[in-house]
């Protein structure tokens, strides 16, 4: 049975995708439009005409848009997304149950690979069509690679992973210390040509191109998103601690007081379960604290904790607890003289919980998209609405109308038409609008008024409550602007999904 756990491991996690289909969030559909762009020979960009690294992902970008071009304009894009998060997420699994026999933890290992098959943050960015499953399993194997001393290998997977998303320097940056400690302490060989070429050339590529065609080797989105966002003080640490408070989720199971218990349970588990670990493999501290570094690198700045944001650092973190609860079981006293008693306290405390925990976040028929078996987290009502939106957008639309949207990804990509992205991610212009006074903010985000009345785009389309204080508050606005549809819907408070055109 031992030799087929490998083969159902990668089966369950296939399976864990395939049967709830693709239910693509709005972020993905930036991708996929910069990709669509690069097939139809107008660059690797958003708006065509405009070189703007919007991206943050241009890995994934250029993987979708190789796919892409293999399968023919009839592809689907969501589906070919989702088929290289399946594969990226499988062999996240083989990995973690890799480094759990490794580190002479086979149990955890094995848990962890079965947990990270159904985790409701895997599947979601997977079946969402976002970049994540491809960076966990390239930062995962720049570390295992790292640990086993395969030096071009980690080098290579280390490049591709900061390629994929610019935070990957976080984990990147550990490994490259502990190589250099590796040199001059443990009496390790300098590295070679081919390490050395591994994570240069992918590296010297991207960045001189993208140097070259942008004029910045960074995504403009990173500075956007932290100009037009307003959160309260340590909101994203207290975001991240919430999270790292509940690694097995089970919100429907424990309720708040899950969260009070998990922040002194967990960073036990993970003193009692790092310390063995690393006494077998030294080398692995760069991953074992991987979680802890995220957690301070993303909290200093506070920005907006996207959900996918939360995902990275959990499948070390979920495989370190492991470890802790398999140490505990093999010192409780009474358990030494029965092997058996072990053996249940794995099953129960290892698998059956947290595999019980997490399946509870999801749901059998969903309310909306694919009504196959899904996580509760992977809604996209929102984007339905979007989707709507640009049916009303495109009943009038006329060639060189640009559309305004804080939310740009369902749209730009239905539409195809030119987007004033309202947040600056793939419109530099934006950012000169930013911040706005406190005031203006109902959420987190707010419509600059005077960014949509200097541009004058044809159509804005927008929650109302991101324009409650500012836009939908403006005469001038209302002077130049007339309501074209309101989609009814709640989120964040919002009275309705707005559809305004200019008066022609």
Not at 124 to 153: D, K, N, P, W, Y
Not at 225 to 233: I, N, S
Not at 282 to 307: C, D, E, Q
């Amino acid at each position: 049975m031992r030799k087929y756990l490998p083969a159902l491991i990668v089966l369950l996690a296939v399976a864990a995708r395939l049967i709830p289909g693709p239910r693509v969030v709005d972020d993905a559909y930036i991708t996929f439009r910069y990709a669509r762009n690069l097939i139809e020979g107008q660059g690797l960009v958003y708006n065509p005409g405009e070189a703007v690294l919007g991206t943050t992902t241009p890995l994934f970008s250029l993987i979708i848009a190789g796919l892409g071009a293999i399968g023919g304009p009839q592809m689907s894009y969501p589906w070919m997304a989702l088929l290289v998060s399946a594969a990226a997420d499988s062999l996240t699994c083989l990995l973690l149950l890799r480094l759990g026999r490794t580190g002479g933890f086979e149990k955890a290992g094995l848990a962890a690979a079965f947990i990270w098959a159904v985790h409701p943050y895997a599947v979601t960015f997977a079946i969402g069509g976002m970049e994540t499953s491809l960076f966990v399993f390239l930062l995962l194997a720049a570390g295992t690679a790292h640990l086993e001393q395969r030096r071009s290998l980690a080098a290579l997977c280390a490049a591709l992973a900061l390629i994929t998303r610019p935070d990957a320097a976080i984990l990147v940056g550990l490994l490259v210390l502990d190589r250099l400690w590796g040199i001059l302490h443990r009496k390790e060989g300098r590295p070679g040509v081919v390490e050395g070429l591994a994570f240069v050339l992918p590296l010297a590529a991207w960045y001189g191109f993208a140097w070259m065609y942008y004029g910045s080797p960074l995504p403009h989105s990173i500075t956007a998103k932290m100009a037009a966002y307003r959160l309260g003080e340590h909101a994203a640490f207290i975001r991240l601690l919430q999270h790292y408070s509940q690694p097995f989720m089970g919100n429907h199971l424990t309720g708040p007081a899950g969260v009070m218990l998990g922040l002194i349970i967990f960073p036990v588990l993970v003193l009692l379960g790092a310390r063995p670990f690393l006494k077998k493999i030294s080398s692995a501290w760069p991953l074992v604290l991987y979680p802890w570094f995220y957690l301070l690198v993303f909290s200093l700045p506070n920005p907006l904790i996207f959900r996918w944001y939360l995902t990275p650092p959990l499948p070390m973190y979920i495989f370190i607890v492991l470890i802790g609860i398999e140490r505990l079981i093999r010192g409780f006293p009474f358990t030494t003289s029965f092997p058996r008693l072990q053996k249940w306290g794995a099953a129960i405390l290892m698998f059956a919980l947290p595999l019980a925990s997490l399946l509870s976040e999801w749901v059998i028929t969903p309310d909306h998209g694919n009504r196959t078996p899904c996580p509760d987290m992977a809604w996209t009502k929102l984007e339905d609405h979007y989707s709507r939106a640009a049916d009303v957008v495109l009943r009038g639309w006329q060639p060189g109308d640009v559309v305004a949207a804080g939310d740009v990804g369902v749209l730009g990509w239905k539409t195809r038409a030119p987007i004033l992205d309202l947040v600056g991610l793939n419109s530099p212009l934006a950012g000169h609008y930013y911040p706005l006074p406190a005031d203006k903010y109902v959420i987190n985000y707010a419509v600059p008024a005077d960014l949509v009345l200097d541009a004058h785009p044809a159509y804005v389309v927008v929650l109302e409550v991101y324009g409650r204080k500012t836009i939908f508050n403006d005469e001038r606005f209302k002077q130049q602007y007339h309501l074209v549809e309101k989609i009814p819907t709640d989120f964040y408070g919002s009275d309705g999904l707005l559809v305004y055109e200019i008066n022609r």
